[in-house]
């Protein structure tokens, strides 16, 4: 639709649990890369199967994502939505974040 009705300020969010859950592959990210700005959750990274946040990558299926996250550069902002709590993952996730993205 965004690419439709080609508006300058109609762009795009990714949700991951939600790719996952419609079987969404992530290489959709490569033909939206130019559409994809910050927003509320732009990225979120929730595991499909529990919503927490990732730590290890393992049986998620997030280094797909990742990196085309990589690959096309993005410079936007990635929330995380988990049901998870700040105290439970925060900072393996983030370091699991920046280890795959730096």
């Known amino acids: 639709m965004q690419q439709e009705l ?8 990714i ?8 079987n969404e592959v992530p290489e959709i ?4 890369r130019k559409q994809i700005v910050h927003s509320i959750s732009p990225i979120p990274t929730a595991r499909a199967t529990t ?3 990732p730590k290890t ?9 990742l990196s ?3 690959k096309i ?15 439970e993952s925060a900072a393996a996730t983030l370091a699991f974040l920046r280890k795959e993205l730096t």
């Open 15 to 22: 949700d991951y649990y939600q790719m996952r859950s419609m």
């Open 57 to 65: 990558g393992r049986k998620q299926g997030i280094h797909p994502l």
């Open 6 to 13: 080609n508006l300058p300020n109609i762009k795009m969010m």
């Open 73 to 87: 550069d993005y410079r936007g902002g990635i929330s995380i939505e988990a049901n998870d709590t700040y105290e």
């Open 51 to 53: 919503r927490s946040g």
């Open 68 to 70: 085309l996250v990589k």
């Open 29 to 32: 990210l490569w033909t939206a």
